[in-house]
């Protein structure tokens, strides 16, 4: 299953599941990121990590040890 | 009614509610922590009704159990009970913002919400219905705009309106159907044990397994096991867990409330985003940021903050200024002319060459030395010049000294080598600079010649402690009064406010990164590069900002939002040499090297030390347990760019310099007084002493060098036995260190007194001299002991400013006090490995305690390079299932 971490600039997707726990799960959570949720990869930090998404309408930060977290699917260019 | 009526503030981070609190209160409020955390507390009354008190809520996306943020924000909600509550929400990000306001709205208070940012959304092209949206959340919905105080005033009446009548919030039915059903079943089981307004907010939060939330209820064993009956089941049929599906059912019912209330024009690049693409762009984003610390840098400790702070440190604090530039370059003038006579060299030349003749010159040379002549010291000049007529004395080759005291050959250059007596070494073609003659009328010349005295000259104003000294000496009060007032509370008060114009120049720049969006960028460039280090990307602004002072330093970790990151980096920061303790460096440059030129690296590594303290440190407590716990997650929002309004961006300025003076102020206020009192007070003890306790200063024959009779003196020599592994175990470094704690530069001074070096410098060879045969034993100067001694005052406990604000900062005595004793404590580690390791490789001296530095440097690697340990790593927030623990 690919993850989050795995899509590149400029790609979109779905997100299907969620697995991690604890504060990192929530907070991913909180901040929108949802079964059904479309994200686009929208830029990488210029060290490579972490990444930026728009999701829901507002851009999010997160690193690539949470992007695994994130199951996506239906990766496709936006 | 009297009673004060409180309203909470709640909402996103960047949702414009400082701004908001700010228009409606003026902030005139208190700030300080929540308890036990280092969030920040707001509250202040509202400026039109002072029974109306405004608490503002730390920025929060959730009301989730995890972060101190979110804690302290629902603790304040569902047990505080405020009157009313107000929520406001970013229209611009309206989607995530709803989420919060979903679970505000069940904490069964009275709920007001304003949306903020209309403006924008209005530019952006989008529509919102705000009648349907406050139709589905069930509670009023105000458009304001806390940028331009629109509507605010109408947003607070609302929520004092609804708080008054008492009308509480229910919270929409916004789960599925299945989900609505299991929490109507909760919260029946549950009901007598439930506040009843708070039923629907406790049901949620025993399917969520909320651990926190439940241990204040008590449930019985009976409760909790029907409700994880009912929460299993809806589990199962979702295939996912009940935090989960709470969290996305939230979502879900908003996507229908944007559908039904939110229409959106087709996007276009926003500005903010054109601006992110060059900002955080893979190329240009780290040349980028270096350029805006570079700057931050240069304005704030290279040149407007320092130089503000200087002027307010030499003038107001040491010697006065001139408001009139024609007498100031007048009085600079003369007093080239008077240096360049070298008076002082011919007073001392001629007594010399007088007392080779046979005459007494101890009298005439306590006469001339004070400056001040009286008719008694006339006379006593009148019989001296008499005497030395009649014996002809002449002086010759008397040798110059430039300002700092020193020697100087072939026409001003410095002397930097002297033997033991104090005696100039110097090659062939060097020429010692003398003055060839100084006859008996150059002795009365230089004799009747005053220095230049700046009170002589118009527009002088001096500074504060000379006019309190003026003051209080015509007041008839005493030399113990005027030391403790002046050298006391003055110089310690002197030492808060100097800061105070670097701190605000500082906070200009901070505050307005802080408020236009550029701080998280700063976050999101710099992440991977501290992360290793157990930090975050913002702990290099402080590190930045330390190299100048500590105090804004640990003041703008402020910014950091992650609790842990944020206390590590207050910790750590002042490690970064400061300018206070340049002078130690050079000090130690003197010794070394001699003159200043070649040596540029000496003074680099001492900023390589305390960057590698400072990783080494980072990455031991990273792996230990205060700084465990769970992993922080990065997740956060890019807000977008926008130019703070001068109001708030001002105040947030005015609210972080005041915090400094109130809380830092009063701690370094009393140690001040302390540190004064023990290095002033102690037992005449000197020959010809009266053996009486008090003033040292104040007692028949005190020498120069008093301060060795000190209670100070006498701490310094009961604890140097800790220093002695470092090489350094006598009492002089251990009460200079001591004193340093008042300032850094303190320890210089401190010397030239407990050496009777009196006016010595750090740029002064005497100074040099005085410092080596510290730490020379049997003609050897012991080096790593030097560095030691060091390395252990750059590292240890900064100076009372800087711990004032590392207390103000942490605001819990255990945190500031484990701070301060693993600063001193991984000081001392490094100091005795400097040492240890200096004396095992040049002088080969093994003992006790090369071993003791063999043992802490290899707890250091271990601790180093050992992979993270593996903490409990059992969620305690949210439990697997209700019967797991006893709830108690």
Not at chain 2, 233 to 257: F, H, L, Q
Not at chain 2, 551 to 565: A, F, H, M, Q, Y
Request: with cysteine.
């Amino acid at each position: 299953m690919p993850t989050l971490s795995d899509v590149k600039v400029g790609q979109k997707c779905v997100v299907s599941k969620l697995t991690g726990e604890g504060a990192i799960k929530r907070r991913i959570m909180d901040m929108g990121v949802t079964k059904n949720t479309e994200v686009l990869v929208h830029k990488v930090a210029p060290l490579g990590d972490p990444i930026e998404v728009t999701i829901r309408g507002y851009e999010l930060s997160l690193r690539k040890d949470e992007a695994r977290c994130v199951e996506v699917k239906d990766i496709a260019k936006a | 009614m009297a009673d004060t009526f409180y309203i909470a503030l709640a909402g996103n981070p960047n949702c414009g509610k400082t701004t908001l609190f700010n228009e409606l209160t003026g902030s005139n409020g208190y700030v300080g922590n929540w308890p036990g955390v280092t969030v920040e507390k707001k509250q202040a009354e509202w400026k039109k009704d002072k029974d109306v008190t405004l608490v503002d809520l730390p920025g929060i996306y959730s009301l989730s159990p995890y972060s101190p943020e979110e804690v302290v924000s629902r603790d304040y909600l569902v047990n505080d009970r405020p009157d009313a509550v107000i929520d406001l929400l970013d229209v611009t990000n309206i989607e995530r913002n709803l989420y919060l306001t979903t679970q505000v709205l069940e904490t069964g208070r009275p709920v007001a919400i304003g949306l903020n940012m209309c403006d924008l959304l209005k530019e952006r092209g989008d529509v919102i219905d705000t009648k349907q949206l406050s139709k589905m959340l069930g509670v009023p919905v105000v458009e304001v705009s806390a940028l331009h105080n629109k509507n605010l005033d109408e947003l607070l009446k609302k929520a004092v309106e609804l708080g008054k009548k008492g009308v509480a919030a229910k919270g929409p039915k916004c789960f599925s159907p299945e989900v609505e059903d299991a929490l109507q079943k909760i919260q029946k089981i549950i009901a007598n044990s439930v506040p009843e307004d708070l039923g629907r907010w406790y049901a949620i939060k025993v399917f969520e397994r909320d651990a926190d939330a439940l241990g204040e209820l008590a449930l019985t064993k009976e409760q909790l096991d029907a409700s994880e009956e009912i929460i299993a089941k809806v589990e199962k049929d979702r295939d996912d867990d009940s935090e989960s599906i709470i969290t996305s059912d939230r979502y879900d019912w908003i996507a229908t409330v944007m559908d039904a209330c939110v229409k959106k024009a087709p996007k276009k690049l926003t500005t903010s985003q054109k601006i992110d693409r060059i900002v955080t762009n893979r190329v240009l984003g780290l040349p980028i940021f270096i350029a805006i610390m570079i700057l931050v840098y240069y304005i704030a400790i290279g040149t407007v903050g320092t130089n503000a702070t200087d002027w307010v440190n030499d003038n107001l604090f040491s010697d006065g200024f001139f408001v009139n530039s024609t007498s100031e370059t007048q009085y600079n003038k003369d007093q080239k002319a008077y240096d360049s006579q070298h008076y002082s060299d011919k007073i001392d030349g001629f007594l010399a060459a007088a007392k080779k003749k046979g005459i007494s010159t101890s009298k005439v040379e306590a006469a001339v030395s004070d400056g001040d002549i009286s008719s008694a010291d006339k006379k006593l000049l009148k019989s001296f010049e008499a005497k030395a007529e009649a014996k002809g004395v002449v002086a010759t080759n008397v040798p110059e000294h430039d300002g700092d005291g020193n020697l100087t050959y072939n026409g001003g250059k410095l002397v930097t080598k002297l033997d033991k007596d104090g005696n100039p070494v110097l090659k062939s073609g060097q020429k010692l600079d003398t003055i060839s003659k100084v006859t008996l009328a150059d002795f009365k010349k230089a004799v009747s010649t005053p220095a230049p005295d700046q009170h002589d000259y118009s527009g002088f104003v001096d500074s504060i402690p000379n006019a309190v000294t003026g003051w209080l000496t015509n007041a008839g009060a005493s030399d113990v009064v005027i030391s403790l007032v002046v050298d006391g509370v003055i110089g310690g008060v002197g030492s808060v406010l100097g800061f105070i114009p670097q701190i605000f120049v500082l906070f200009v720049l901070l505050c307005f990164l802080e408020d236009c969006g550029y701080m998280s960028r700063v976050a999101f460039v710099m992440d991977r590069v501290f992360r290793r280090f157990g930090l975050s990307g913002k702990s290099f602004i402080p590190m930045i900002v330390s190299s100048g002072c500590g105090v804004p330093g640990v003041l703008s970790t402020k910014t950091i939002e992650n609790e842990r990151d944020r206390r590590m980096t207050a910790m750590l920061t002042t490690m970064i040499p400061c300018s206070a303790k340049l002078p130690i460096i050079a000090l130690v440059m003197g010794v070394l090297v001699g003159a200043d030129n070649g040596a540029w690296w000496v003074a680099p590594m001492f900023y390589f030390l305390g960057i590698v303290a400072i990783i080494v440190s980072a990455v031991m407590l990273k792996k230990t347990k205060p700084f465990q716990g769970e992993p922080v997650p990065f997740v956060m929002e890019l807000p977008d760019y926008h130019f703070p309004s001068i109001r708030s961006w001002a105040l947030h300025i005015w609210e972080r310099v005041s915090a400094y003076v109130k809380k830092a102020g009063t701690i370094i206020f009393a140690a001040a007084v302390g540190i004064w009192f023990l290095s002033n007070f102690g037992i005449a003890s000197w020959q010809g002493g009266s053996g009486s306790f008090g003033y040292l200063q104040g007692m028949a024959g005190a020498p120069d060098t008093y301060m060795d009779y000190s209670i100070l003196a006498g701490i310094g020599g009961a604890l140097s036995f800790i220093f002695m592994p470092l090489g350094f175990g006598n009492w002089q470094a251990t009460a200079s260190t001591i004193s340093a704690l008042i300032a850094k530069e303190n320890l210089v001074s401190t010397f030239g007194v407990l050496y009777g070096l009196g006016s010595a410098t750090e740029n002064s060879v005497t100074m040099w001299q005085g410092f080596a045969n510290m730490f020379t034993i049997a003609g050897t100067l012991h080096v790593g002991a030097m560095c030691a001694f060091v390395a252990f005052n750059m590292l240890c406990a900064p100076c009372f400013a800087a711990m004032g604000t590392i207390r103000r900062q942490m605001d819990d005595p255990k945190w500031f006090w484990f701070a301060i004793g693993y600063e001193c404590g991984f000081g001392w580690v490094v100091g005795l490995l400097i040492n240890q390791f200096y004396e095992l490789f040049v002088f080969g001296s093994f003992g006790f305690w090369t071993v003791v530095a063999f043992a802490f440097l290899a707890a250091i690697l271990f601790q180093l390079f050992r992979p993270m340990p593996k903490w409990d790593e059992k969620d305690e927030h949210i439990l697997g299932s209700l019967a797991e623990e006893p709830v108690a």
